[in-house]
């Protein structure tokens, strides 16, 4: 248990009856609403518990206890708490510290990073909905007499509102029953149901209970007349109880390369049966460590000057070339710590893009190591949750939401691909950056925060650069093989001879053929999905839009449906302009999907495949894709940038970026930076591990000096002349931004509450504001948009006043009649 919650007095201690607490509730409220505690649950309270209390008339929640006191609220009679939940803290002391930063630092409240942060499981409320769990069965017998009666009710009716507990149990604290009906897998919370998991599942095959007994199975053997192919598979079967302990369906067939029939006779007959299993991923996995890789002198160098670094810095940035051995680095010093008895977080961008590096860690750290993330059911990640909390769980991979996670005593934070825009949440509250928070939560334990990229943020590499971060760099390919060279292809010189933008290029065929050839692979990037971004009408130039936001819609040829990638809204595909009447729609742009087609009919003869947010919907799509993929089933995958991150291909021989122009064309001050780092990372994939590599990509304007830049691989050029210009014009990491967007369905008032709330900030902060304007796309979902722009000296006085000065103009906003109904989004530091 962390060190804290054994030094604070108001962790342990019973008050006496006139204590009160702090409660943290998953709701948005400014600040946290004090309860009493009454006499006989005193000696049950402790700081990181969940208890039961009630809001409003009868509103019911499980909040977490922050802080036990003795300070009597001054302006209102608390309410008593009704029950406590937990016999242990949910949450330790670190963990209530991280989300009191993250609300204060994001403007945000501790009740939407309680709701954030707890798996569903631990948000029991009034609304919440009970479902029974089919595999539990039908025997009660295990269960008291209140679980009894509930199991019932729950046995014939599937599912229950809390209000109806309440009646079954003729009483209102029902929590605490619920929630050992939870832990006992009886039932589990409806939100669990949302997600689109299914729990893995294996078939595993047994010998029939009769022929245990060695005399009965000699006698079935020596007696064996027909099926010779049966006798075989039975052998087989035999040989691998022996050498494997268990055996699956499909390793039975493929080692012993019997059929399905063959199975099936052996079932029929009752020799063998079939038994199917909800499996988990990593649990048969023994808890070893083997590490059976050197480094190179190179390597070996980084790791010694990162832990070096260590010794002085909490934070330590290794930039490292793609293909550099990165990963080797970080299997070391995770090595390192877990022989401490520490733990270690390995924080990655998106971790369906990450099954890689899983399969890498688990080769080297077995069932030491867990996932955590959000497209696991509510019951796994309450299951990672407590084996994080009682430090069985020793390295942790996960997505930005992994930094909540109750660790003990972490020892490392890894952020690998530091530079990501996946790590900052964008919607809804709390909108926080999963790196800085990560470097925040390590400092509370005095551990050390990792962050690892080929293209680091210019923020995190002049922290580098100033002295507040050490730096290390791994400037050099594994292999000593060459970073690969960059062909840049003018698509203005194809692009008269036909109409419209240029997919697929002479030269690119050609060497899409030429590698083919020699049976390598090939990547092909573009970053828009869909079949065509946009259609225009040939007379009149309407474009079809979606009806509550202004934005075009992208055609979709395999659902054969019109879809606005903003709202999600689909509509039937347009024949008929809506404007003139015409039927003559001419297509602009092109999507992945598009591509995928003119790819099969250009190269008949390859397999192809295409990776974007349509085709990896499910939890292991990705993983399926990938690991074709690198079993060389697939010729030429074609993606968006999931395509870019992180991933490993051996065979890769030549990259295409189809479209560098759009990336090059955003108007944002960090369009330069994302444009390298994504044309770099994707440059990256080819080459890795023979010298042949290739990287083209096609422009209309092959001068632009960021495109010579990816030419050259250089990044200390590029952080050179976009830190002038930032400087210059009062941009991070010289200033902190705070983006303010105010949403309502009527043009006028939105416009109106955009101006009232930036006259009143003028007054103290008018040098420091930038708008309020309508966005380029200024209607989502129905909702008109405004927009302004905060850019604060980087002073945390002035920076802490204005936040809170924002607020309170918020809150007088929402006083005044005509803006009651408005929203108002505080992005703090927006990606």
């Avoid at 943290?24 to 005193?42: E, F, G, R």
């Avoid at 945390?796 to 929402?814: E, G, S």
């Amino acid at each position: 248990m962390p060190k804290s919650i054994h030094n604070s007095h108001e962790a342990n201690s019973p008050l006496g009856a006139w204590g009160y607490a702090e409660i943290i509730i998953p709701l948005a409220l400014p600040k946290n609403y004090t309860w009493s505690v009454p006499d006989h649950l005193n000696d049950q309270l402790h700081v990181g518990c969940r208890v039961e209390v009630n809001l409003g008339k009868n509103k019911k929640y499980a909040g977490i206890v922050k802080r036990i006191h003795n300070e009597k609220p001054e302006f209102f009679e608390p309410k008593e708490i009704l029950n406590v939940l937990d016999v242990e803290p949910v949450v330790f002391q670190e963990q209530l510290k991280l989300w009191e930063w993250i609300a204060s630092y994001y403007m945000c409240t501790e009740g939407e990073v309680m709701a954030a942060a707890l798996p569903a499981h631990f948000k029991l409320s009034s609304e919440t909905i009970v479902i029974f769990n089919d595999e539990y069965g039908e025997d009660f017998s295990a269960l008291d007499h209140d679980e009894y009666l509930v199991a019932e009710a729950l046995l014939l009716k599937k599912e229950l509102k809390l209000p109806e507990v309440q009646q079954i149990l003729d009483s209102s604290h029902v929590y605490p029953v619920i929630n050992r009906l939870i832990q006992k897998k009886v039932c589990f919370v409806w939100e669990a149901l949302k997600q689109t998991y299914t729990p893995k599942k294996e078939v595993y095959v047994l010998l029939n209970r009769e022929y245990d007994n060695e005399d009965k199975l000699s006698e079935l053997l020596n007696n064996w007349t027909r099926a010779p192919k049966q006798m075989e598979l039975l052998l087989s079967y035999l040989h691998l109880i022996k050498t494997e302990g268990e055996v699956t369906k499909s390793n039975l067939l493929k080692k012993s390369n019997a059929s399905e029939a063959q199975l099936k006779g052996l079932v029929d007959k009752e020799i063998l049966r079939l038994e199917k299993r909800v499996i988990d991923r990593l649990q048969y996995l023994p808890k070893d460590i083997k590490i059976d890789f050197e480094l190179t002198p190179l390597q070996q160098e980084v790791l010694e000057e990162v832990q070096q670094t260590f010794t002085e810095k909490q934070v330590c940035l290794l930039h490292g070339i793609t293909s550099s051995g990165k990963t080797l680095v970080y299997i070391k010093l995770i090595e390192e710590i877990i022989r401490q008895g520490k733990q270690v977080l390995y924080m990655l961008p998106e971790i369906a893009l990450t099954s890689q590096i899983i399969r890498r860690l688990q080769k080297h750290f077995g069932g030491h190591i867990g996932i955590y993330h959000s497209k696991f059911s509510q019951n796994e990640r309450l299951e990672i949750w407590n084996k994080v909390k009682n430090g069985e769980m020793k390295v942790v991979l996960g997505a930005r939401s992994s930094v909540f996670l109750p660790f003990q005593n972490p020892g490392l934070i890894i952020c690998d691909e530091e530079h990501d825009t996946s790590y900052k949440q964008h919607d809804p509250a709390p909108r926080y950056n999963g790196r800085d928070a990560a470097i925040y939560f390590s400092s509370l334990f005095d551990a050390k925060t990792l962050l690892g990229s080929a293209t680091p943020s210019m923020e995190s590499y002049h922290n580098a650069m100033t002295g507040k971060y050490g730096r290390a760099e791994l400037l050099q390919r594994y292999g000593d093989f060459h970073l690969p060279p960059i062909e840049i292809v003018d698509t203005k010189k194809v692009a008269h001879k036909e109409k419209g933008k240029v997919m697929l290029s002479p030269p690119l065929i050609d060497a899409v053929n030429e590698v083919l050839e020699r049976q390598k692979q090939v990547i092909l990037f573009q970053n828009r999905r869909g079949y065509t971004p946009y259609q225009v009408c040939n007379v009149c130039g309407w474009i079809p839009q979606c009806k509550y936001c202004d934005v075009s819609l992208t055609y979709h040829k395999f659902s054969n449906k019109l879809i606005c990638h903003y709202c999600g809204t689909t509509y039937p595909p347009l024949v008929t302009c809506a404007a003139c009447g015409n039927h003559n729609f001419v297509q602009r742009n092109f999507g992945t999907e598009k591509i995928e087609e003119l790819l099969l009919e250009q190269f008949p003869n390859a397999k192809i495949a295409r990776m974007d947010i349509d085709t990896v919907r499910g939890k292991n799509a990705h993983d399926v894709l990938i690991q074709q993929f690198e079993q060389r089933r697939i010729d030429i995958l074609v993606g968006t940038q999931m395509v870019v991150k992180g991933l490993d291909f051996d065979n890769v021989d030549l990259v295409g970026i189809l479209d560098a122009d759009g990336l090059l064309s955003f108007a944002d001050f960090r369009v330069n930076e994302r444009a390298f780092q994504l044309m770099e990372q994707v440059s990256g994939r080819a080459g890795r591990k023979e010298a042949t590599g290739k990287v083209l990509i096609q422009t209309i304007q092959p001068s632009h000096p960021i495109l010579q830049l990816v030419k050259d691989h250089d990044y200390k050029k590029l952080y050179a002349e976009e830190i002038e210009k930032r400087k210059q014009f009062f941009y991070p990491p010289f200033s902190r931004l705070i983006h303010v967007t105010f949403k309502h369905k009527i043009k006028e008032v939105v416009e109106r509450a955009a101006h009232h709330f930036a006259d009143a900030l003028k007054i103290k902060y008018g040098q420091y504001l930038v708008g309020p304007a309508e966005p380029v796309i200024n209607r989502i979902r129905n909702q008109h948009l405004m927009e302004l722009l905060v850019k604060l000296p980087r002073d945390a006085r002035t920076i802490a006043q204005c936040k809170k000065d924002m607020l309170d103009q918020v809150a007088l906003l929402h006083q005044h009649k005509s803006f009651k109904s408005v929203t108002v989004v505080n992005n703090v530091g927006p990606l």
